[in-house]
């Protein structure tokens, strides 16, 4: 999902929802041109910021029963979406820390022809102005854009949430950033907690792991067409980042393409993107448990149910592929011990 393109802006329903006023449209704003790219400028800014992690509604979420009714089209777009409006106004009116704003719920289609639901808590007010109209089907927000303004390269989506289809491994992207906060945590306050109800997917080990599994799976496809210098180098570099804090995937690609003693091409370095593109969390704590079994031992696998395990790879010499005429590729591994026995 992460790597999704936003195709089209379906439908976008818009509530303001304020201390002293509160106006739930009765109907769909009209899609104009500046206005689907507006919105969909800061659905393509969420799907790649870091802190974006995957989440699920607990099983008490109510913005769940109204979320999902809006994708299997059991309700409106204009029906569930104001049904959420209220559950969010109810939480403000009892923390007023809470800024007066917006809260924006689309409808859109990606690149692979999914229908997915977008909720976002904003301030409209810097790029259009708001027209509050009344006629026989009730209020309405209709928006009068000022300029046409995209989401600039250093502009942050703070509050939204991607929702699945019910029956994904996860319900959504989450993103959550607490605006005065000193440091960016993906970890909700009210937007995810209070309002949405959700959990984040996968803990810190679970992607550690899936992290680990990958780049060492990108290092294995790869090892055919590294020199050795290239091969410890990157298995360095994978054996550093498992002793940092935390990692930023986007952040460690760019590692990549910048070692200037690992110098893979594009084409190798496209190897790991496209895999870690696949995560959903891109920005994690290591855990530090399984960094440290991991650094500990090094294992490989081969032919023959052979199984070699390292706890200093000083010993593993050299790996060399050997293509001879006639004879299938191989692998040439030496090793240099002062011990040799069979247990």
Not at 74 to 84: A, N, R, W, Y
Not at 218 to 232: A, I, K, M, W, Y
Not at 287 to 305: P, Q
Request: glycine residues 6%; contains cysteine.
């Amino acid at each position: 999902m992460r790597s999704d393109t936003i195709q089209s802006i379906d439908q976008i329903a818009i509530h303001y929802l304020g201390s002293e006023q509160v106006i739930l449209s009765n109907r769909c704003l009209a899609l104009q041109a500046g206005v689907s790219r507006f919105f969909q400028g800061h659905l393509e800014r969420v799907l790649q910021d870091s802190i974006v992690r995957a989440a699920c509604f607990q099983a008490q979420s109510k913005a769940s029963l109204h979320c999902q009714g809006i994708l299997s089209q059991q309700t409106s777009l204009i029906d569930g979406s104001k049904e959420l409006a209220g559950l969010l106004s109810q939480i403000m009116r009892t923390d007023h820390r809470i800024s007066d704003g917006d809260l924006v719920v689309l409808l859109y289609t990606t690149n692979k022809n999914t229908r997915r639901l977008g909720l976002m808590k904003m301030d409209l007010g810097e790029a259009f102005r708001q027209q509050n109209l009344r006629d026989e089907e009730g209020e309405a927000i209709e928006l009068v854009l000022e300029s046409d303004i995209l989401p600039t390269k250093g502009e942050r989506v703070q509050k939204s949430a991607l929702i699945r289809p019910a029956g994904e491994p996860y319900d959504m992207l989450l993103l959550d950033r607490q605006s005065r906060a000193k440091t960016d945590s993906p970890v909700a306050q009210f937007f995810s907690e209070k309002f949405l109800e959700t959990a984040v997917w996968q803990d810190d080990l679970a992607c550690t792991k899936e992290f680990y599994t990958k780049v060492t799976r990108g290092q294995n496809n790869l090892r055919s067409e590294l020199t050795e210098r290239q091969d410890q180098r990157l298995r360095q570099h994978i054996r550093e980042t498992l002793g940092r804090a935390r990692v930023n995937t986007d952040e460690w690609l760019s590692e990549l393409e910048d070692l200037p003693d690992l110098e893979l091409s594009d084409r190798q370095i496209q190897v790991f993107r496209t895999d870690l593109e696949n995560m959903p969390d891109r920005m994690f704590t290591i855990d530090r448990k399984f960094a440290e079994d991991a650094l500990k031992k090094s294992k490989y696998t081969g032919s023959g149910g052979l199984k070699v395990e390292f706890i200093d790879e000083s010993t593993l010499h050299s790996v060399t592929p050997v293509n001879s005429p006639g004879v299938p590729p191989y692998w040439e591994i030496v090793l240099r011990t002062k011990i040799w026995k069979k247990v």
